[in-house]
């Protein structure tokens, strides 16, 4: 009996594994119908539509978002009866300083019961730095005039100034948290306990929750609040190849990433990555474990900060010729500290191979080991460490904060005006106690972030000063603090405004190469008058007397009126000799040995009648675009609204021009070339080789000779393929005047370029290569079809960075004698008590004589 029923619960559980679906359904029904009556009141009780959270990317959690600066938003989000087919689109945000609104959108498609992302990039204008706490989206079918749901989208504000260090790890990500309490991450002046720390602090780190998906934005252009990713035994395969393809754009323009070494690093998986080409160092699988007694060079080097002591309370003395110098870097450095490992744990070092072109920091001053290697990629730098910042010894090392301030981070020392200028330094928060994102940050869009005005041509002038330092020289003078409340005025790096240099004088050519004249206020006045004139006295007159009817003067007021309407149409009216035309100006800025491109667009529509357009660019997901402000918006203007459109087509909808007026707009994309510009160097020989596809006209060649001169190198025209020889010769050769034809003059613009190089120590050894192509990029599809366009396109090319500045030059290291101003050199000084000389002092690995890699293009301190 107990073998039978067995066999029968056998063969009815085998049967069960066996129903459907609706099988197993019926059979619930009837075994627990209760179940089945909460599920379907649940089901009846689901609200069609569910939104779940919505992220800012890099954050998992944290909606942090900086004004002017474009960011991506992703919701997760579900529909719960039917397939549905719409759009998400967000409450309209007022454009700075125009009579004008964007609603930002995307294609919403939802399948049934199956939980999406949508992503949507994003730009907020605010003029105060504040960032609304709500953001609301809507989400609707195309044409609808009410929304099926909406989600408030909740966000935080990033000041100006600060910026995100992004922690890439798979192991250690909590042991990062003791970084934000370091002083290398909050100003000096700041109270640790103070309820404002986190708004003023200058960097917020980014640590993610879950490592193996990590809310990377795979849209290059919302990369500008990442100062440095630390990258920390994480493996690549994780990100998406749109990932890592905007990583990769984002460190060129300026990004720094820095990978750390010790024991069990991940060096090996990086150099068959796409971060293979751009190392600086090899690692050659061998590591070196430190003693107490080892570390001793290191732990002289990075002395603990110490914004509280004084000289006078130094623990050990202090030389007299070292005393000046303590005075005026405020005592912030206290008497080296050593760093003691565990009796069994030792501080593993990795033993690194520099490659051709790279620069090393060395471990300490009697060390044979090297602490790190780096090199250039763009205007950014890759940083190998040979330890790992977070061994449990070092995280017990005070001296950590300063290594990781000088090293990992580069971040300059907070210095006064007087003492800068006593010593040639440049900085922007001199007297202020503050440090701005232009400090902390290399990150650089020339069409955003270049602030020199033109110059006439010239290009052996000093670099004029810009608007934020003159507002920083007035704030100098007044020597007060800076707080939040003011940070807000200085431009952060990146910001997207239409008041910087480059989209002013964009739209001072546009405007001329029109044609189009607006009256002067002394023709407005006349009319003014003179209908003034007619309306009362002489309408009242003739009727009064010539036509004997007073009472008809009421009624010629309207006829009055409408001819002079009609009057002054035909006195303003001017034949374009056609309907509609577009005028251009692009600015395609590259870097040495880097295929891919960023692509400015500054363009003005004319109408002769009221038109929408819709600008589209259907080749490229990258691209974004914005009306660009006219400068001419009075108050009580009528507020127009138009619509970017980032997916499933980005586009700019609904763009409307105004009768015989010119509408502008600014659009920027990531674009790849036919092949790099690049800058070969084969002992005396030195060439340009141009292998982009385009015809660059009129090159010159731009090259910093220090103190804000430049020398100029005509080098002609560059086909397609071909390459210009660089002559070096001592006297500068004036660039020539070149000729654009109808259409924008690209005199103007190309002076600009030509005489705007930084003189920060990161931008110290640059050479730029300045030339123009008769043709705008194509891409940009306008509708309805222009009958007549005309542009041209300015050439940027960044051919070559200078070397990492050294950690322990004069603005990193406020201690430092004997090292110039740009931190390349080798310091002199012996160590003293509480600091070292040698901290940053780096050799450059021997360069090859041609450039292999894209990464061995950036020479180390070579000069033409």
Known sequence: MLLAGSLLLLSSGQAQAQLTATEEERLQILTDPDAIRKKLEKERNRPAFEFFRS?????????????NHWFTLTFELRANDDNYDGILQTEPAKLLGMPHEIYFRRDGRLIKEQRARRAMQIMIPDANGVIP????????????????????ATLSTLPPHQMLVLILSKDSTSKFAAWNKMSATLPGSVERDGGDLEKLRYYRLVLPIEPDSVSLSSHPLTWTTISHVIWDNYSPDIMSVTQQQAMLDWLHWGGQIVLCGGAGQTFSVLRDSFLGPFLPAEASGETVPLSEETL??????????????SVENQSQPVPAQRRSALRRGSSRYRAAVPIRPGAKRPVYLTVLKAKPGASTVPLGEASPHVLAVESRVGRGRITMLALNPNEEALLAWPGL??????????RPEETSSEWASSEG????SAGRGRLLSQDLSWYRITSRDLATPPVDGATDKPEPKTKVAAQLAVADAAAEPAGESDLHQFPAVGDWRDSATLPRLSRDLLEEASGITIPSSQFVMKVILAYLLAVVPLNWLICRFVINRREWAWIVVPVVALCFAVGVERMAAHDMGYDTAADEIDLLEVHGDYQRAHLTRLVSLYTSGRSSFAVSYPDDPSALALPLDNGRSIRGEEISSSIWQSSPVPALLNFTVQPRSLALFRAEQMLALGGVIRLQEEGEKRQV???????LRDAVLIEATGQGKTRTRPLGTIKPGASAEIVAKAEDQPAPRVDSGPGPDANPFLDVLRAALGDREEDQGELRLVAWVNSTVRGQVIEPVIDRKRGFTAVLVHLRSGAPPSPDGKRYNL????SPASGQAESKSKPAAGRSGNAGRRQSAPASSKNATPAKGMRAGSSL
């Open 401 to 410: 904060d300063t290594l990781i301030r000088r090293v990992v981070l580069r």
């Open 55 to 67: 992220q800012v990317a890099p954050f998992d959690i944290l909606p942090y978002v900086k004004p």
């Open 425 to 428: 330094l440049t900085s922007s």
């Open 815 to 818: 201690l430092a004698e004997g």
């Open 689 to 695: 080789f141009n292998d982009s596809g385009l015809e």
């Open 296 to 309: 001793g060079p290191l732990s002289q080097s990075y002395p603990p900060p110490n914004y509280s002591s």
């Open 133 to 152: 706490k709500q953001l609301g989206v809507d989400l609707l079918r195309a044409g609808a005039l009410r929304p099926d749901t909406t989600w408030p």
